[in-house]
Structure formats: structure tokens, C-alpha cells
């Protein structure tokens, strides 16, 4: 079974600033693939950034960057320079080739960004 | 850019009536989902549809939910009789190719059962 766990319920950070978002997560499977999405308070989800589990280099993505650590099963998002639109709540997902593809989601942190 | 449309995007429902939540998939995409997330909970799987069937449903997916692929464009959640549990916000989702891969999500459908 798969299992994704974000301990920050909640963060605040200074505008302009970086933060780094915590995810771990656990799976038999050698062949995963991990994710953000970003769910601002209307709603949607927003796909942010992906990282293969044979990938060697962490991925990036503009503003975004993961940083993947396979022996401690942790995939962090870094937010740079943060921006006041960057409030919103993040979720770490993980999709494995032998449980289907489907996601398996984290609990979510809330991200408000200060002034 | 091509995205997955949801309609509608609230609506209420008394206890014990049927609800069908539409979705458009992005066109060329294959593997279409359902997800689900009461309020302040996290997101989780309903069920996984490819070549008209379905090839996943998680626990929560029981009989009285049903999806469909109605006309080649649309994927529908049918839900049969309405529980105040069921009230939530649903997304559907739908990925180009079956392996691991960025699913594209719709915006949601919050359903309130009251």
C-alpha cells in the first residue's frame, strides 16, 4: 500500500523568502512518481511540479523545486522568493505503476505568505 | 490550453436524490478518474476508467456509484441516493497515457447534501 504523510498542518512565511514543505512517503514499489499540487481557496488543483523515482536529478520547475531524497523516502517542495498568491494549501501525491497510477494524496499543508 | 471542464460547479441536493457530475476530459486523454475531498480532508480515490470500463474503484466507490462515458466526450459520476456523507468536493481528472504521468485535474463539482 502507498502512503504519503505531510507533517506541517500549516506554515506562514515572509513574503519573498523561501519555504520548504515536508513529504514523506512510503510504497513497495520500485516504479512511483511523486507530486505537488496546489489548491488555492477556490478550489481547483493546480499541478505544480513531478518527480520520477529513477529520475537522477531533482526537478525543478520555475519557482518550484523538489528535493528528493529515495533512501529517506522524502520528497520536499522548495517555494523561492515567495509571492503573496503562493497562499494556498499544497499536496503531495504519489502515483506507483503496480498500485494502478492512481494518486494517493498527503494531507495537505496550508501555506499563507505574509506582506 | 486544454483543460478538464467540471460542471456543474456547486450544487445542493436534498438527502436520498440522484446526482450525475459531468466532466469534459482533455480530448486526446484516455484514463479518466474521480476523486474526492470533504471539506478540510484530504484528496481520495473513487475509482479509475479506461477503454469504457472501469479499472479501479476504491472502498468508498459502493453501489450507489456508478461512472459512465456517455458519448465519447463526457465521464459522469452518478450518485443514486444522496447521503449527507456524500457531501464533498469531487474531481475528476484524466491523464494522456496509463502510466505514471501528471493528472490534469477540473476545477471541482461541491456537492452539499442536505
Known amino acids: 500500500a502507498q502512503k504519503i504523510t505531510q507533517t506541517q498542518p500549516g506554515m506562514f512565511v515572509q513574503e519573498k523568502e523561501a519555504v520548504t514543505l515536508d513529504c514523506t512517503y512510503d510504497t513497495s514499489d520500485p516504479s512511483y512518481g511523486l507530486f505537488w499540487y496546489k489548491q488555492p481557496s477556490s478550489g481547483e488543483m493546480i499541478f505544480l511540479i513531478y518527480?520520477?523515482?529513477?529520475?537522477?536529478q531533482n526537478a525543478t520547475e520555475g519557482r518550484y523545486s523538489l528535493n528528493f531524497q529515495k533512501a529517506r523516502k522524502s520528497a520536499n517542495l522548495v517555494i523561492s522568493a515567495s509571492q503573496l498568491g503562493d497562499s494556498a494549501m499544497y499536496f503531495c501525491a504519489m502515483s506507483a505503476k503496480a498500485a494502478g497510477n492512481k494518486l494517493t494524496f498527503g494531507g495537505g499543508t496550508r501555506v499563507l505568505v505574509k506582506p | 490550453e486544454p483543460e478538464v471542464t467540471q460542471t456543474p460547479s456547486h450544487q445542493v441536493t436534498q438527502m436520498g436524490q440522484e446526482v450525475i457530475l459531468r466532466c469534459v476530459p482533455i480530448s486526446n486523454h484516455l484514463y479518466f478518474y474521480w476523486y474526492r475531498q470533504i471539506l478540510g480532508q484530504k484528496v481520495e480515490f473513487l475509482v479509475s476508467f479506461y477503454n469504457n470500463e472501469i479499472s479501479e474503484k476504491s472502498e468508498i466507490f459502493d453501489d450507489q456509484f456508478s461512472v459512465e462515458r456517455p458519448d465519447g466526450s463526457n465521464f459522469t459520476l452518478k450518485i443514486r441516493s444522496t447521503k449527507l456523507e456524500d457531501s464533498a468536493m469531487y474531481f475528476c481528472a484524466s491523464t494522456h497515457e496509463g502510466g505514471i504521468t501528471e493528472a490534469f485535474f477540473g476545477q471541482g463539482t461541491r456537492l452539499t447534501v442536505v
Open positions: 518527480q520520477g523515482s529513477y529520475d537522477q
